[in-house]
């Protein structure tokens, strides 16, 4: 089975947000988290979604799955203090829905809402094909890599690529990279490519749409606002 496993555990300090966390800002009435978790509940591929979200939010969550009709979500566990451990609070859920059997898990942030039905689908065929799936875009700029001893790496902009979501993985291989790190007393690790990297595990990337960008800051906001109106007026105006 396909699970998506989507974590909304932070609080969005990067946003500023005074009245509600990133994930719960609204445009056109419509939690951002909304537009995400309406990708996965209409792909076809998708089986189930779980979600890890900051737990005095869940009531909220709940009111507004029910209001938009979001039908595939079939569990909400509290997110965790780190990002990776809201992470694994949503793959232990996703264990329990899968009961055992062979799943595909895909981690997507919250606040990533404008994924394509191409970029799930391709995420899906190639854990199948390869057991892992990272979304990437190309490097449209260079990084300056400072190292511990003051001296810079700069690697080549031709070969980097910036690693996005969905990341995709066999649920049984992604939640035992998850225990061993939490076994050797981690939970900082920045993203499921990161940790699976470190674990030695052989990552496939795909490069997927250079509009699935995700709201961290306030001009991230501005350009989903924009890209929003853009897509409404096609809808409207045929463009
Ligand atoms: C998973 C991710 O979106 C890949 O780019 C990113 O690492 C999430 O970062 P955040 O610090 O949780 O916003």
Redesign the pocket.
Known sequence: MNIAAI?AG?SGVRMHTKSRPKQFLELNGKPIIIYTLELFDNHPEVDAIVVACIEAWIPFLKKMIRKFEINKVVGIVPGGTT?QDSIFNALVEAERVAGGKEATVM?H?G??PLITEQTISDNIKTVKEFGSCITCVPATETFVVEQGDGSLEIPERANSL????P?SFALRDIISAHRRAIDEGRHDF????TMMSHYGYQLKTIIGPMENI?I?TPTDFFVLRAMVEVHENQQIFGL
């Open positions: 974590f932070g990002g981690i942030d606040v990533r910036i690693a996005r979501a990341q920045i993203d499921s490519c995700k961290t």
